[in-house]
């Protein structure tokens, strides 16, 4: 799976939003973006994922480039509840015994401030 | 509101004994995952598990851990002997093959003196 890139920290304030930068420039064409993020004492929570186009759901929006190589999470309407560590995360399409597996970066710790 | 669940939620032993966690993924998936997580490695899957069997454990170290699942609603994974080294906080998580969500459980916190 291709390697991520993102900031150790951010912050935000609360009510703003929150923009989450990846760099994934090594992606391949049958590799999928996906984030994640892990609230203190939690188990990881899936966000969204994509391929090409853009996502949205009703936690977040994922951005990403036209030509892959990077990605923006979009909180619109950051809470403190949102406080946690963020993942970006790569990983392949169906198929073979790699399907499913995350492997996990170090994160973007986004700290919302009140 | 379907969940993972993980027992003990937090387990402290010693040195050399046994250690068995146990998860319940949530009913229907059938891919389970077992993470790890320390302040020094982060995040990292062991093992996991397709339709029961188990697909990859090469995260796995295979000396002293050990993962099954006996059935579909119960997955497994022991430390024999345990080490101080082990301690870390291990995640249970699901999901289904043709799906893009893994679920996490709660996590075992496991100290090991």
């Known amino acids: 799976d291709a390697k991520t890139t993102q900031p150790p920290s951010m912050d935000c304030a609360e009510g703003r939003a929150a923009n989450l930068p990846c760099n994934h420039s090594?992606?391949?064409?049958?590799?999928?973006v996906y984030w994640y993020r892990q609230i203190h004492s939690q188990g990881p929570q899936y966000i969204i994922h994509?391929?090409?186009n853009n996502e949205t759901n009703e936690m977040a929006s994922l951005i990403i480039t036209e030509d892959r190589k990077s990605s923006t999470l979009i909180l619109p309407h950051a809470t403190l509840r949102d406080t946690a560590v963020y993942y970006c995360?790569?990983?392949?399409?169906?198929?073979?015994?790699?399907?499913?597996?995350?492997?996990f970066g170090q994160g973007t710790i986004l700290t919302v401030h009140p | 509101d379907a969940r993972v669940t993980q027992t003990p939620r937090h387990k402290v032993t010693e040195m050399g004994q046994e250690v068995t966690m146990r998860c319940q993924p949530i009913?229907?998936?059938?891919?389970v995952f077992w993470y790890r997580q320390t302040m020094m490695q982060g995040l990292e899957l062991l093992a996991y598990?397709?339709?029961?069997?188990?697909?990859?454990d090469s995260g796995m170290p295979k000396d002293r851990f050990s993962a099954e699942m006996p059935d579909a609603t119960l997955a497994t994974l022991k430390i024999q002997p345990s080490e101080p080294r082990d301690s870390a906080v291990y995640f249970c998580?699901?999901?289904?093959?043709?799906?893009?969500?893994?679920?996490f459980g709660p996590g075992t916190r496991l100290t090991v003196t």
């Open positions: 998580a699901s999901g289904l093959v043709s799906g893009s969500e893994q679920y």
């Open positions: 090594t992606i391949s064409g049958n590799e999928y």
């Open positions: 994509g391929l090409k």
């Open positions: 995360i790569v990983r392949a399409r169906n198929g073979g015994t790699s399907y499913g597996k995350l492997t």
């Open positions: 009913l229907g998936h059938n891919t």
């Open positions: 598990f397709r339709n029961r069997a188990p697909l990859d």
